[in-house]
């Protein structure tokens, strides 16, 4: 493999959920992958680790989210619902709800983060979380001097046929 700066990038990312662009972000978004293990070891070689296991993985996307509005608050806490007012039709709120109970799964979409200095079609440093669901998890801060930013954590959950947990590159290559 030969080194090649062309491989070296910098830049914001749009966020899509489903079918919503979820619109500017400040600050950066963060990508999380872990991954969780079980060393083994054995008398023989006393505390050295003889090999490890993967025991799990999880993915998450942190999005800094600048937009204020009710539809993208709306997908930041899973079970809320907005209510219209039945006079003023412009009259909006947005309910949020315990949430005791709730499946984050049954409410899961695909997050994707396309790089923004890359032209649409070029799907090929995407980062997709197939399943995935903000966990209601918001901070934000009412500041005289700077933009409301909402930062919600997205998690991935996996295809429990396959395993498929997320994708980087174009979701539509096929073996």
């Not at 493999?1 to 979820?22: E, H, K, R, W, Y």
């Not at 806490?77 to 049954?106: C, E, Q």
């Not at 090929?124 to 954590?153: C, M, W």
Request: with cysteine.
């Amino acid at each position: 493999m030969t080194s090649d700066v062309n491989n070296i990038q910098l830049g914001a990312c749009a966020v899509n959920f489903g079918p919503n662009d979820l619109g500017y972000t400040k600050g950066g978004v963060e990508v999380s992958i872990a991954t969780t293990t079980y060393k083994i070891n054995v008398d023989q070689f006393g505390e050295t680790e003889v090999n490890e296991y993967i025991t799990g993985r999880t993915a998450s996307v942190k999005c800094p989210l600048a937009e204020t509005s009710l539809d993208r608050f709306l997908i930041m806490f899973p079970g809320s619902a907005i209510i219209t007012d039945a006079t003023v039709s412009t009259k909006k709120k947005l309910n949020g709800v315990v949430g005791s109970g709730i499946s984050l799964r049954t409410l899961a979409d695909i997050l994707k983060l396309h790089p923004k200095n890359i032209v649409s079609t070029d799907k090929s440093q995407d980062f997709t979380l197939p399943i995935a669901s903000a966990k209601g998890d918001v901070q934000f801060a009412f500041k005289h001097n700077e933009e409301r930013v909402y930062n919600v954590e997205f998690m991935g959950y996996p295809d429990l046929t396959t395993g498929l947990l997320f994708v980087i590159g174009d979701t539509t290559a096929t073996p």
